[in-house]
């Protein structure tokens, strides 16, 4: 029997390709509005996960969705990802997890709705997983209103300081921490 290939295994792959240089930087080098999402991504037994990859997409301060391009700049000599210049502010970002399954993300705050929207790639998902980070409450946002009260925890970043939030995500549940709700689309 010979090595599994990579259709015989779950991966992660994708972890050398998918991630480029100042992914998650969103935010305009120097913006004094630019606040920092950061957390843990955590497996069932509360334990880090070191190789999972996070996609942000989100909303201008002004609430458009429409960013500009520029994450996969290349070098015109070389072919190299050198990827943002930092002036503009594109509304999405890709960020690896470090060897203690920890992310950061700078960012600007969202107009319009209050929430990044995050997908999670890790080892062992078939699928990408769908969640959504809310910066602050929103008491009329459909999703929220949905959900009890524990479960809506679940997608509530903490404000940590002036400008810093953290988001956990939780793969599964465990006797102290709640799944993070993800999201099912048809």
């Not at 972890?15 to 957390?39: E, K, M, N, S, W």
């Not at 950061?104 to 769908?130: E, K, M, N, Q």
């Amino acid at each position: 029997m010979g090595l599994p290939t990579p259709s015989q295994t779950v991966g992660p792959f994708y972890g050398y390709a998918l991630p480029f240089t100042g992914g998650g930087q969103i935010a305009p080098t120097g913006d004094p509005a630019a606040v920092t999402l950061h957390g843990y991504v955590l497996d069932g037994a509360g334990e880090p996960i070191p190789d999972a990859i996070l996609e942000f997409w989100q909303a201008a301060p002004d609430g458009s969705r429409a960013g500009a391009p520029g994450s996969l700049r290349r070098d015109p000599v070389t072919g190299t990802v050198i990827g943002r210049h930092g002036l503009d502010f594109t509304g999405f970002g890709r960020v690896p997890t470090d060897a203690d399954g920890h992310y950061a993300l700078r960012t600007l705050p969202p107009g319009g709705a209050p929430y990044i929207s995050v997908c999670v790639f890790a080892r062992g998902l078939l699928h990408h997983l769908y969640t959504r980070a809310y910066l602050a409450d929103a008491p009329g946002d459909p999703l929220l209103t949905s959900l009890e009260p524990e479960r809506r925890a679940t997608l509530l970043a903490t404000p940590e300081r002036d400008g810093v939030y953290r988001f956990d995500i939780y793969l599964q549940g465990n006797e102290t921490n709640e799944e993070t709700v993800f999201l099912a689309f048809a």
